[in-house]
C-alpha cells in the first residue's frame, strides 16, 4: 500500500478525443511524477510537478499536459488521443523537491485503451 | 539518451534456489533502485540504493550499486512462488530532479 491512488483504473476511448487521468499523492508527498508504460516495457517519464509547476519533461509531445494541485493531487490530460497512446499510466509520488534522491512510490495505475 | 539494459529479459525459478539478476548502463547514476511488478499492479519498490558500492539486503533480497555507478544486481534467495512477477531497475540522477530511466525489466516465473 503505496498511498498513492489513481482513477479511474481502465478507461476506452476514440481516436481524437482528450482524457483526463487523476492521481492522488501520499499525504505529504509534493512532487509527482507521471510515466507511460507500454506492454512488455519498463515505464516512460513523461512528467513532473512540484508545487504546481512543471519541473522535468520526457520526449513526449505537448498534448500530454498535466496539473498539480496545492493539495498534492494531480491530473494528467492527453489531447487529440492516437493508436498508441495505449497503455498504463502511472503517477508516483515522492517527498522533497526536485534534485532529491528520494525514491517515488506509485500508484496502480490506469489502463488507457484506444479504438 | 539513457538507456538501462536488463539481463535476463525473463527466467524461471524453482522453489528454494537462488537467483539473480543485472543492470547495466552507459550514464552514470547517482541512485539505483529496484521495483517489482505484478499484474494490475504499479510498482513496488523493493530497494534503494545512494553509494557507489553500496550493498543492501530487505528479507531475502540483496542489491548493490556498482562501483562504477553504471551497473546494479539484485539477488533474491531461496526462491518462493510469490517471487513471480517483473523486478525493474530504475536509475536516477540528482542533477535531472528524481526522474527515473527505467530498464525493460526481467520477468521471473516458476518452473512447470
Known amino acids: 500500500e503505496t498511498g498513492v491512488t489513481q482513477s479511474p483504473t481502465h478507461l476506452i476511448k476514440t481516436r481524437g478525443q482528450q482524457v483526463t487521468l487523476r492521481c492522488s499523492s501520499q499525504?505529504?508527498?509534493?512532487?509527482v511524477s507521471w510515466y507511460q508504460q507500454a506492454l512488455g516495457q519498463g515505464p516512460q517519464f513523461i512528467f513532473q510537478?512540484?508545487?504546481?509547476?512543471?519541473?522535468g519533461r520526457g520526449n513526449f509531445p505537448p498534448r500530454f499536459s498535466g496539473l498539480q494541485f496545492p493539495n498534492y493531487s494531480s491530473e494528467l490530460n492527453v489531447n487529440a488521443l492516437e493508436l498508441d497512446d495505449s497503455a498504463l499510466y502511472l503517477c508516483?509520488?515522492?517527498?522533497?523537491?526536485?534534485?532529491?534522491?528520494?525514491?517515488?512510490?506509485f500508484g496502480d495505475g490506469t489502463r488507457l485503451s484506444i479504438l | 539518451g539513457q538507456q538501462l539494459n536488463q539481463s535476463p529479459q525473463s527466467m524461471f525459478i524453482q522453489e528454494g534456489e537462488d537467483v539473480s539478476m543485472n543492470c547495466t548502463s552507459s550514464?552514470?547514476?547517482?541512485?539505483w533502485l529496484w521495483y517489482k511488478q505484478e499484474p494490475g499492479e504499479g510498482p513496488v519498490l523493493l530497494i534503494a540504493?545512494?553509494?557507489?558500492?553500496e550493498l543492501t539486503s530487505n528479507g531475502r533480497l540483496t542489491a548493490q550499486f556498482g562501483i562504477t555507478r553504471k551497473d546494479s544486481f539484485l539477488n533474491i534467495s531461496a526462491s518462493i512462488p510469490s517471487d513471480v512477477g517483473i523486478y525493474f531497475c530504475?536509475?536516477?540522477?540528482?542533477?535531472?530532479?528524481?526522474?527515473?530511466?527505467f530498464g525493460g525489466g526481467t520477468r521471473v516465473l516458476v518452473k512447470p
Open positions: 508516483a509520488s515522492s517527498l522533497a523537491g526536485p534534485g532529491s534522491n528520494q525514491p517515488q512510490h
Open positions: 499525504s505529504g508527498h509534493n512532487t
Open positions: 510537478y512540484y508545487r504546481e509547476e512543471e519541473n
Open positions: 550514464s552514470i547514476f547517482n541512485t
Open positions: 540504493l545512494y553509494k557507489a558500492g
Open positions: 530504475a536509475g536516477m540522477i540528482k542533477a535531472a530532479g528524481n526522474k527515473l530511466t
